[in-house]
């Protein structure tokens, strides 16, 4: 079982648990054990195999190691399978619901056996609920609300639509007078590879008590907004036409440091660094951090000043999910992290010649125009008929093609750019690919990827892989899980054991950096280096303007920790093919 979904479970436990009035105790070490496996970079499932592993990790104790046993051995957990049989499966989704907490949850199941969001709005409507105790009619209507919004908006969303919708706020709100910084915090500025809302943060002289009003109408009036959810002293919330939610914060400047950092998270984060405070004898919270001794309070106008009054470093935002970045902070050894700058080419994109929109020509331009010193052209081949991919006779015309282009431009730009001959090959479902190997032996840069028969079992999967990789023209694995955000999850496969293999073989792993995919994911980036794994970014662009999603890649490496010399296309061309891997003789 991936980590994930063993957290799943147990989060759900702690959750029903809540529900069934269980001692708090036990309710958090669920919980907690569920934080504990979903941010492990190791394999929780695996570790089973040897239980006294699984005692190492933090807040596992014997009897929640027999649970995650017994979880990777069955695929289910006794008390799990007790509670859901005791309630409904349903009743996880009742938990989700806006302002609705396990207590809630429990008194419509006492007194009316209520398990599900349908069941609840009847009730509702039926007027049972009014009845209750602690309940009345506006709880009702506000409940009705909820469960409407939930319907509506229950999700995520992509990174890109999420800094996109969170741009064009933040444009107007800084053209109200008196508005000097407006910052995104929340998962977003921290990078996360969906985001759930956006939690905005403003500041200026119009923010101070008497004048903030005029800033909350101002931004109640912003014309995208679907609906106000809550508009209060000095915070607005609303949903967006996308379904979006928006909490837009006002602060005076002294707090915005503080504010900053609290509402930037993530929840692990914060909850680690107000330990480390409190230890230093100082409590932290959104307005300020404050000397207990004597309750003098510091400067808290920047980040950078709680950081360094805690005895840090500024942590860059992608970090912040407590998986060791204070420790790192405190000893001041944080990473140097990758940035845009940092990339010199791009190894995966495709063009006219089967699906893509431009020509060669248009992309070399356009990655020239990014100050991009490579690129590679790998269109599809024909197993993916729909794309128009590339037979071996196709093949060999596109290289011609591509090497003609990259001398022409070689004369006309001064050998600014390169542009190298490659393919995405199709790795079929027994995993050979569908080209020839005296065809893959002439292009530089060959893509091996996935695109059909998600559905294998495991084991049939990452022989598939694996086999694949084996072929020596196999310069690159892209996008190695086939995962679509939102849409579809990863294929099962063993995804430690393909790692190892390309580490073995010099085969570079992708990042894909278009924002549906997103894969590798941070923490199999964080394992692919640990394991010695050669990574790429790319864009798999098919359109110039697919070029700038490279951002939303150097993300994801950056919550992987990965700097610019753990990424190879940071390097110079002729470095760049001397690290691909060398082809067989
Ligand atoms: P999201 O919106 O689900 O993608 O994830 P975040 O991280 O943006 O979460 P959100 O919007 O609920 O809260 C924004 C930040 O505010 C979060 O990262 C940390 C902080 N925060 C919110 N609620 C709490 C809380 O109950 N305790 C602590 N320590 N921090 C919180
Ligand atoms: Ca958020
Ligand atoms: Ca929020
Ligand atoms: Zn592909």
Partial sequence: MENR??????????????????????????????????????????????????????????????????????????LHEELLARYKPSMLELLRLPGMGPKTVALFWDALQIASVDEIEAAARAGKLDNLPRFGAKQVAKLL???????????????????MAADKLTEYLQRLPGITRVTTAGSLRRGRETVGDLDILVTGPACVPVKVNAVVEHVAAYPPIADLIAKGQNKVSFHLRQGLQVDVRMLPEESYGAALQYFTGSKL????????A??????????ALTRLEDGAVLPSGSEEEIYAALGMDWIPPELRENLGEIEASVEHRLPRLIEQADIRGDLHMHTSETDGKNTIREMAEAALARG??????????????????????????????IRAVDREMANEMDGR????????????ADGTLDLSDEVLAQMDVVVASVHSHFSQPAEQMTARILRAIENPYVRVLGHPTGRLLLR????????????????????????????????????????????GCKIVVNTDAHHTSHLDKMRYGIRQLRRAWLRAEDVLNTRLPEELLQQLRPPPN
Avoid: W
């Fill in 278 to 287: 409190i230890k230093m004898g100082y409590s932290l919270n959104e307005y």
């Fill in 488 to 531: 579809r999850e990863a294929y099962a496969f063993d995804v430690e054991a393909v790692l190892r293999r390309c580490a073995e073989l010099g085969v570079a792993v992708e990042h894909n950096a278009y924002p549906d995919r997103l894969d590798l994911n941070d923490r199999n980036l964080r394992l692919a280096k640990e394991l």
């Fill in 372 to 401: 991009y010193g490579y690129i590679a052209i790998t269109d599809h081949s024909k197993n993916l008929a729909m794309t128009n991919g590339l037979d071996d006779a196709r093949a060999l015309e596109h290289i011609a093609r």
């Fill in 145 to 163: 609300q909820g469960i409407a919004d939930y319907r509506k908006h229950a999700g995520r969303f992509h990174l890109d639509d999420a800094e």
């Fill in 5 to 78: 979904q063993i957290a799943q479970i147990l989060s759900e436990t702690a959750d029903l648990l809540e529900v069934s009035a269980a001692d708090s105790f036990r309710i958090r070490s669920y919980r907690r054990a569920a934080e504990v496996v979903e941010s492990s970079t190791v394999s929780v499932g695996l570790l089973a195999a040897e239980p006294k592993k699984l005692l190492e990790l933090p807040g596992i104790g014997k009897g929640m190691a027999a649970n995650i046993v017994q979880l990777e051995q069955t695929g289910t957990m006794t």
């Fill in 417 to 428: 750019i390169r542009i190298f001959p490659g393919i995405e090959v199709d790795i079929l």
């Fill in 269 to 276: 984060h914060n909850v680690a660094l107000r330990q480390r």
